[in-house]
């Protein structure tokens, strides 16, 4: 692993780990692990789970948040909440008495609703920090029998309730809406906003339900890092491979028309909301029948076999990644299969490019006369054409770094867009801060771009949605 600093996000599990392995007393049952929600501790007679997540200030109802999430993260061991402490840092330049009350009603009214008694924590402002961050700690008793992410079986049926990607979509429709409702209608994410007014993020209940069946062997809630994440660490806890189709996640359309303007790929979404199950084959009427009411209950694959198309894991969330295109100066487009074939609305993306004062290099290691014959056949303005007379071609990034230096734009002022692994190896190669692939799929693996968009138009709108928020 580099030296560097880690990019924000979660912390690998390979860093933590290496500074834990303490011989823990005989009555935790289940401590610090890769993909487990809650630790597990017997005390007395009973078991408890107990876990800890922080929510930033800049989520909306933070306090609410703190509060949910944590619930989640016990009810998925098969505990009932019921004790809670919360860890209040706030930014001195969020310091406002009416704020601050706000987050600690928030945390007191949403432990009433939950049943859950609230017993103590901190609260202070704290030099050094951009953002108010609550760091909630939920104690909640076992039912029945604790349940572990690492229970899943070989054979077991996996499960997903409700939709990838629900809390990144609130979030992000918080952020872009007008611009969004201003490309797409005032109509476009309707069954995003009917879902985000209800009680959409809590599913501890669900996770009871789950739980009191006998079959249900795993549980685990989808956070960072989305469905992807969540089902990456559910196969690593449990020791097992996983055949999941990737087509079968269910995604609502408000969040699918979001991540496809923005780059995003909705199974890499923040995803609190959702939960995965695993259970065994005969189980499933029964589990069915528990969680009849509750929210959408989709069947997605198996446990302990390796699916054809596997779904990509997702260390950093997706989130992460929303708005990067802002602060661009050039971009550097492939020519064939990117922009020539015909693909309807390339030339007009140049167009609104270069009116926002975007730089346009065509890149391509065709020759040059081929070139010139495409990109007037298709009516493509540009700014650069860089071909392989010039010298170099890809995959090495040569002739991308060669680009910039003719429009004298800075390398992290850039971004490219390509359509195929070897524009995705060129970009690498030269460092490109903003590598977009368009395409049906998102590539898989390490080589797997910074933004990915299903065609032109939407990279045209998320262009549109970036250079508006950079001008705001």
């Known amino acids: 692993m580099s030296s560097g600093r880690l990019p924000p996000g979660k912390v690998p599990w390979e860093v933590v780990a290496r ?23 017997r005390l007395g007679d009973e078991t408890w789970a107990i876990a800890s997540d922080p929510i930033s200030f800049g989520a909306p109802d933070a306090g609410r948040l703190a509060v949910i999430v944590n619930a989640n993260d016990v009810a998925v061991r098969g505990a009932r909440p019921r004790f809670f402490l919360a860890v209040i840092l706030i930014a001195p330049a969020e310091a406002e008495p009416s704020q601050i009350g706000k987050v600690l009603d928030d945390v007191r ?5 939950l049943d859950v008694a609230l017993l103590g924590g901190h609260t202070e402002v704290t030099p050094g920090i951009d953002h108010s961050i609550v760091v909630g700690t939920m104690l909640g008793r076992v039912q029945a029998r604790p349940i572990r992410t690492g229970d899943l079986e070989p054979g077991d049926r996996i499960g997903l309730l409700g939709s990838a990607g629900l809390e990144g979509s609130a979030i992000l429709l918080d952020r872009f809406r007008d611009r969004l409702e201003a490309l797409h209608g005032r109509d476009a994410f309707a069954d995003l906003d009917r879902l985000l007014h209800e009680d959409w993020l809590l599913v501890a209940p669900a996770a009871l339900a789950a739980a ?8 685990h809630d989808v956070t960072e890092g989305g469905v992807g994440e969540a089902l990456h660490e559910l196969g690593r806890a449990s020791g097992l491979e996983l ?4 087509d079968r996640i269910p995604v609502l359309e408000g969040t699918r028309r979001l991540c496809a303007d923005l780059g995003l790929d909705p199974l890499g979404l923040i995803g609190s909301g959702a939960l995965l199950l695993g259970c065994q084959e005969e189980s499933v009427p029964e589990v069915e029948r528990r969680l009849e009411g509750q929210r959408r209950l989709t069947w997605i694959g198996r446990a302990g076999h390796r699916g054809t198309r596997p779904v990509a894991r997702f260390e950093r969330d997706e989130l992460l990644a929303a708005g990067r295109l802002e602060g661009t100066r050039a971009v550097l487009f492939d020519l064939d299969g990117t922009l020539a074939e015909p693909i309807p609305g390339a030339s007009e993306l140049l167009t609104e490019l270069r009116e926002a004062g975007i730089a346009v290099a065509i890149v391509t290691s065709d ?8 990109v007037e056949r298709f009516g493509l303005p540009h700014d650069l054409l860089v071909t392989g007379d010039d010298g ?26 390509g359509h195929s692994v070897h524009d995705l190896h060129a970009a690498r190669a030269a460092g490109i801060p903003r590598i977009c ?9 390490p080589e797997r771009p910074h933004l990915w968009f299903p065609d032109l138009a939407c990279l045209r709108r998320g262009f549109a949605l970036t250079c508006s928020a950079s001008r705001s």
Do not use: I, W, Y
């Open 19 to 41: 500074h834990l392995g303490d011989q823990l007393p005989d009555q935790v049952l289940l401590g610090p692990a890769a993909g487990e929600d809650a630790a597990l501790v």
């Open 392 to 417: 170099s071609r890809k995959p090495p990034g040569a002739p991308l770094l060669m680009a910039l230096g003719r429009l004298g734009v800075p390398l992290t002022d850039s971004a490219s867009v």
């Open 243 to 246: 055949d999941v189709d990737p």
């Open 212 to 219: 009191a069946c006998p079959g249900v062997h795993s549980l």
């Open 367 to 374: 020759e040059r006369r081929d070139a010139r014959a495409l």
């Open 109 to 113: 009214t949403t432990c009433r609703d």
């Open 437 to 445: 692939h368009v395409g049906r799929h998102r590539p898989p693996g």
